[in-house]
């Protein structure tokens, strides 16, 4: 195995050793979701204020709505309502 994926893994195994948030609703708490650029420097949680369970974050290149990304709004907003999107472009 490579050392990265040996890194994931070990990250994971830690993360679900102390995961506590498996009973916060499927919804977004705070109703909105985020379509942005997938670009690895960009933290959706922190420039928006986010914690677990506030907000679905939708990500691709550049943040464009793609027929994939509108898909998932879509989705988010009919059957796990979402009312709010915000798009952060690159």
């Known amino acids: 195995m490579s050392t990265i994926l040996n890194e994931v893994l070990h990250a994971n195994r830690n993360y679900s050793a102390d995961f506590d948030k498996g009973d916060l609703p499927m919804p977004p708490g705070r109703r909105f979701a985020i379509l942005t650029c997938m670009d ?5 949680a922190k420039y928006a204020g986010l914690s ?3 907000a679905h974050v939708i ?3 550049g943040g464009r709505a793609s027929d ?3 898909r998932s709004l879509v989705i988010s907003y009919k059957l796990l309502g979402t009312r709010e999107w915000f798009v952060i472009h690159h």
């Open 68 to 70: 994939d990304a509108i």
């Open 40 to 44: 690895a420097r960009l933290d959706p």
């Open 59 to 61: 990500r691709n290149a």
């Open 52 to 54: 677990e369970g506030d």
